[in-house]
């Protein structure tokens, strides 16, 4: 391995493979990505913003092929990843980007009520932030196996790791689900259980763990409220991600295993 910052954070020509690849962070890590001379599966339930992507990085010489999937059906999962393993020799690493954060519940009465919270949306929240992981992981592993190397990162959030403050959310419309909260505390512990099983064939697993982003679809009430919670007083852009995204899936990250990358300004070190 070189010693050199500019091989050792290398990305070009690693195939790597991300889901929910058309969300605002999804789009960011597959530019960013692809800008250093990645290989990637682009995987989403809703493809028209990863096909942009594609287009835009159809010239500089990297393989992108995007495809459309529903996370929340196993069988539609198994089909697609069986196309990757197709159209790419090799399979560096897994991002298990994608999110389900029921939306849905906006449109429910009161819905800041846990009480009286639908299940359905609970266990779709399940279906996507963790059995998809599980799944797409379980795509992935033989095939790693067989390489003797691997990389895997899970993503799980600030909320995964601390109690949501719930007075942050107060007359906003807007709200954090139970279902999220669990799922992405879930996350720690589903890397641990991979890194320290599948360590032994060169296969490692990581967990980012990013705060909320700033957007314009957001009240600046909220943003100032959002932002009193860590060290910079401010939300993160989508850029702030883009160097511990490189870093995890470059060797600059080869010895590291079944942890946790927090990038949240602080807020989970108070």
């Known amino acids: 391995m070189s010693i050199y910052p ?11 493979i991300l889901t929910g690849s058309s969300g605002l962070l999804g789009s960011t890590y597959a530019k960013a990505l692809l800008e250093c001379g990645a290989n990637m599966a682009l995987i989403d339930i809703n493809v028209k913003n990863s096909i942009k992507i594609k287009n835009g990085f159809k010239d500089l010489g990297c393989k992108v092929n995007v495809y459309n999937c529903d996370l929340s059906k196993p069988a539609e999962i198994s089909s697609t990843f069986k196309k990757v393993s197709r159209d790419f020799e090799f399979l560096d690493v897994l991002i298990n980007n994608a999110a389900f954060a ?7 009465k009161d819905f800041k009520n846990y009480e009286t919270h639908p299940y359905d949306l609970w266990r779709n929240s399940f279906k996507v932030n963790i059995d998809a992981v599980h799944l797409c992981t379980q795509q992935v592993i033989s095939r790693m196996k067989k390489q003797q190397k691997g990389n895997i990162i899970n993503i799980s959030s600030t909320y995964g790791m601390v109690g949501p403050t719930f007075s942050t959310y107060k007359d906003e419309n807007l709200f954090t689900p139970p279902g999220y909260a669990v799922t992405k505390s879930a996350i720690l512990n589903f890397t641990r259980y991979i890194a320290n099983l599948y360590g032994k064939y060169n296969i490692r697993c990581n967990t980012f763990t990013p705060s909320g982003v700033a957007t ?38 080869s010895y590291m295993t079944g942890s946790n990358l927090i990038v949240d300004a602080g807020w989970t070190a108070r």
């Not at 932002?227 to 702030?240: Q, Y």
């Open 102 to 108: 029921s939306r849905q519940t906006f449109h429910v």
């Open 216 to 253: 314009d679809k957001l009240s600046k009430r909220f943003i100032k409220r959002y932002s009193s919670h860590n060290a910079f007083n401010r939300m993160a852009r989508p850029s702030d991600y883009i160097g511990p995204m490189i870093f995890l899936c470059s060797d600059a990250s």
């Open 6 to 16: 500019n091989r050792l954070f290398s990305v070009k020509d690693k195939t790597i």
